[in-house]
């Protein structure tokens, strides 16, 4: 199924563009000229989270922000797995057919792991990484691993898909006080029904389902990628990654990285620091 929402330019004012991956369509922005940027979301955010920062760099720098297949504005297909191995193949295509080359890649939540799969099979093309609250090894935590378990359970899947559980009660009530009622809209209008949120219901379990994936990008991250230019941008208030035990780990993978730390955001960090984050893009990446 596709979404027929259509985004208010005033609060997304970009031209959306198609792309018919293997797995069915897929909505992406590409504004601006200069160095590209590809800027990868996790769940259950679509491209939309990264408004801010695409407005504030557009005008230095070719700014693509993709949806994943069963978020945003792309196609829910049939037959389609929504694991993380699935979105990364499709992310490359996307990089491949956009022909991104020297472009640097940002991935937040699960676009970090998503996007890190898609770059270290292409290392030659990348020009540097940005990662912002997330991991690219397995999920240790047994805070990370309940909360699988329980969101994969059949009451709390039956939540996500028949209540939109995961915008409502998750990103919703991180950044719910900060947004304007149309931002809200933006985030909900784009999982309208149980057949939308598929994508959505399916990520909780990856925490634990994609533990051979994430284990091998903590191997191919360092040998593929590890002397790249990276930037780490830090919700040091998040709960979900916590820099203490996050940080230490993509300091030991980059040979030259720099951590900006964001003291008041929590995990989205897009929404509540996108300035902070724009502008430590650009000095790290002039």
């Known amino acids: 199924m596709m979404i027929e929402f259509v985004p208010d330019k005033s609060l997304y004012p970009f031209e959306s563009h198609w792309f018919d991956s293997s797995a069915g369509r897929v909505h992406y922005i590409d504004e601006g000229s200069g160095p590209a940027i590809l800027f990868c979301h996790g769940s259950p955010t679509w491209s939309f989270l990264y408004r801010h920062i695409v407005t504030g760099l557009r005008d230095r720098y070719r700014c693509v922000a993709v ?5 945003g504005l792309s196609e829910r297909p049939s037959g389609f797995g929504y694991t ?19 472009f640097i890649l940002m991935g937040q939540d699960w676009g970090g792991p998503i996007g890190l799969g898609a770059a270290v099979a292409r290392a030659d093309r990348v020009r540097g990484i940005v990662l912002g609250n997330t991991v690219f090894w397995p999920i240790e935590a047994m805070a990370n691993k309940a909360f699988s378990a329980i969101m994969s359970s059949r009451p709390m899947q039956r939540r996500i898909l028949e209540q939109n559980f995961l915008i409502e009660r998750v990103l919703l009530s991180e950044l719910g006080r900060t947004l304007s009622a149309a931002e809200v809209e933006h985030y909900r209008a784009v999982q309208p029904s149980p057949e939308a949120r598929c994508g959505l219901a399916v990520m909780p379990g990856e925490i634990r389902a994609a533990a051979p994936l994430l284990a091998q990008l903590s191997r ?6 590890g002397d790249k ?5 830090w919700g040091m208030r998040d709960m979900v990654f916590r820099p203490k035990a996050c940080l230490p780990r993509i300091r030991a993978a980059f040979e030259d990285l720099e951590i900006v730390e964001l003291p008041r955001a929590r995990h989205f960090i897009q929404e509540q620091a996108p300035d902070a984050i724009a502008t430590a893009i650009t000095n790290r990446f002039p």
Request: aromatic content about 2%; some cysteine.
């Open 67 to 71: 949806d994943c297949p069963g978020f």
């Open 220 to 225: 191919d991250v360092p040998a593929l990628l």
């Open 84 to 102: 993380v191995a699935e979105h990364t193949a499709v992310l490359g295509e996307l990089i491949d057919h956009l022909r991104l080359d020297d």
């Open 229 to 233: 230019p990276a930037l780490a941008v």
